[in-house]
């Protein structure tokens, strides 16, 4: 009998140290949804905090830790980047919310750290037709699957971003 009392207070005791780890990596995909002034939602993952804002353009900053998310209403923020710096640039064409966007990823060469950057132009960046973009900026490479999760989950509540 104490054996089977003592195998069962062992399995109860690792069932106490592994569930929180498991609920863990459930929390590490949690977010949030971000309604930008009725104008759409995102789902941004729990951490982020409201870092920056624009003055003259609809915009906002966002970071956790070293990884810096933004979205820019009907502007593109790609031109940006110095395109001496950019490296193994790679760019799809998709639809986010049933419109027309493109998704761009690279590595960009900052003095120091390298950082992977995740860009999304709703529109024709190009053309300088865009509607909305949205990048992240990491250190971290497991961070573009994150932000493209973001951009998918991006909903246009009216017509027009800006």
């Known amino acids: 009998m104490r054996i089977h009392i003592s195998t069962a207070v062992t399995l109860c005791a690792?069932?106490?140290?592994?569930?929180?780890?498991?609920?863990?990596?459930?929390?590490?995909s949690r977010s949030r949804t971000i309604n930008a002034e009725g104008l759409f939602t995102f789902r941004l993952p729990v951490g982020f905090k409201e870092s920056e804002m624009g003055i003259d353009i609809f915009m906002r900053g966002y970071e956790r830790g070293?990884?810096?998310?933004?979205?820019?209403?009907g502007d593109s923020a790609s031109s940006e980047y110095d395109e001496k710096k950019v490296l193994?640039?790679?760019?799809?064409?998709?639809?986010?919310?049933?419109?027309?966007?493109?998704?761009?990823?690279?590595?960009?060469?900052?003095?120091?750290t390298p950082v992977y950057v995740t860009e999304l132009n709703v529109g024709d960046w190009?053309?300088?037709?865009?509607?909305?973009?949205?990048?992240?900026?990491?250190?971290?490479?497991?961070?573009?699957?994150?932000?493209?999760?973001?951009?998918?989950?991006?909903?246009?509540?009216?017509?027009g971003c800006a």
């Open 66 to 73: 070293r990884a810096r998310f933004l979205f820019v209403c």
């Open 88 to 112: 193994h640039a790679h760019e799809t064409w998709t639809t986010i919310d049933g419109k027309r966007a493109s998704i761009r990823t690279f590595i960009y060469r900052w003095t120091r």
């Open 14 to 28: 690792a069932a106490i140290f592994f569930l929180p780890s498991a609920a863990g990596g459930q929390r590490g």
């Open 126 to 159: 190009c053309a300088d037709q865009v509607e909305l973009y949205m990048g992240m900026e990491s250190p971290n490479r497991a961070d573009v699957q994150m932000a493209q999760r973001i951009f998918r989950s991006v909903k246009f509540l009216k017509s």
